[in-house]
T-cell receptor
Framework: KAGVTQTPRYLIKTRGQQVTLSCSPI?????VSWYQQTPGQGLQFLFE???????NKGNFPGRFSGRQFSNSRSEMNVSTLELGDSALYLC???????????????FGEGSRLTVL | AQKVTQAQTEISVVEKEDVTLDCVYE???????LFWYKQPPSGELVFLIR??????QNEISGRYSWNFQKSTSSFNFTITASQVVDSAVYFC???????????????FGTGTLLAVQP
């Protein structure tokens, strides 16, 4: 069974630019969550999507957005990049049921974004 | 507010030693879920265990064991007879309960880097 696939794996951007990261969940998983990992703030929840709807959102500014497609693939976008957005962005999928979740997340290897 | 504290930043042990990773959590919820994840150098986090707040029974899985104590708000993780392959960052996490289950919004601790020397 293929795991969670994130693209691109590495990218470099400059301040003010925008970036789009992609995530393909494990086949059959309908929930996709995004996390930001930095040395200073650690692992922080960005948002979760289920059935193309945002179900949960972390405490990040509106520059961070996401969406999910009908095939459960997800993208996240960061606009007007700042130096502090440099991080490892992790996507995780879960066979979340329509009601509760499990918290058992299957993570990808991440997209490492460097903002210069 | 929910919070997870992993006071141990780094631990170094020699292979075959036992090692315990500490985790202390804070929450006002009566129902919640606790987790341990492992992050090897490749980067992807790997789920190890989930425990809900009503289940204080300790668990053993091979060389891994977990000790959940609500009285001290702790959920510690022990690796017995450590191996070099256990070297990784280990994260403890907490989630609230919703709709009869955990949510996928996890509050992570800062992680403990475990280095197992041969």
């Amino acid at each position: 069974k293929a795991g969670v696939t994130q693209t691109p794996r590495y990218l470099i951007k400059t301040r003010g630019q925008q970036v789009t990261l992609s995530c393909s969940p494990i086949s059959g998983h309908r929930s996709v969550s995004w996390y930001q990992q930095t040395p200073g703030q650690g692992l922080q929840f960005l948002f979760e999507y289920f059935s193309e709807t945002q179900r949960n959102k972390g405490n990040f500014p509106g520059r961070f957005s996401g969406r999910q497609f009908s095939n459960s693939r997800s993208e996240m976008n960061v606009s007007t990049l700042e130096l502090g957005d440099s991080a490892l962005y992790l996507c995780a999928s879960s066979p979340r049921l329509a009601g509760g979740g499990t918290g058992e997340l299957f993570f990808g290897e991440g997209s490492r974004l460097t903002v210069l | 507010a929910q919070k997870v504290t992993q006071a141990q930043t780094e631990i170094s042990v020699v292979e075959k030693e036992d090692v315990t990773l500490d985790c202390v959590y804070e929450t006002r919820d009566t129902t919640y879920y606790l987790f341990w994840y492992k992050q090897p150098p490749s980067g992807e986090l790997v789920f190890l265990i989930r425990r809900n707040s009503f289940d204080e029974q300790n668990e053993i899985s091979g060389r891994y064991s977990w000790n959940f104590q609500k009285s001290t708000s702790s959920f510690n993780f022990t690796i017995t007879a450590s191996q070099v392959v256990d070297s990784a960052v280990y994260f403890c996490a907490l989630s609230e309960a919703r709709y009869g289950g955990a949510t996928n919004k996890l509050i992570f601790g800062t992680g403990t880097l475990l280095a197992v020397q041969p």
